[in-house]
């Protein structure tokens, strides 16, 4: 028998709520023609924007620019001093893209 997941992401529609929610939960915001997609995921801030022009991603160690079809990386920056042989956790990114869909099916 199949079970379901356990840990099914939490969306809150309200700005403050999420803001002072804890543990992981996600909020999406229309701003114009971007969708941004604001995420709380072990402690750290992320926000994913999509846009006309394009996907960006903010992590607090990396930025991002994205194809908007493939999802493909078309340029980053890290945010921080990286070390010599320092591993990007991109987790979190395919999370958020992931979840980018279950926009429309959210209450406005």
Known sequence: ???????KPRFWADEQAFE?????????????ESLVLEAKL???????????KGIEYLSPSLRAELDPTSYSLQRYEPRVTLDEGYVLDLHSLGVMLALLPAEKALPV
């Open 1 to 7: 028998m199949a079970r379901p997941t356990r840990n």
């Open 20 to 32: 002072e929610s804890e543990g992981d939960c996600f909020h999406f915001e229309r701003q114009g």
């Open 42 to 52: 072990g402690g750290l801030r992320h926000r994913l924007t999509q846009s006309p």
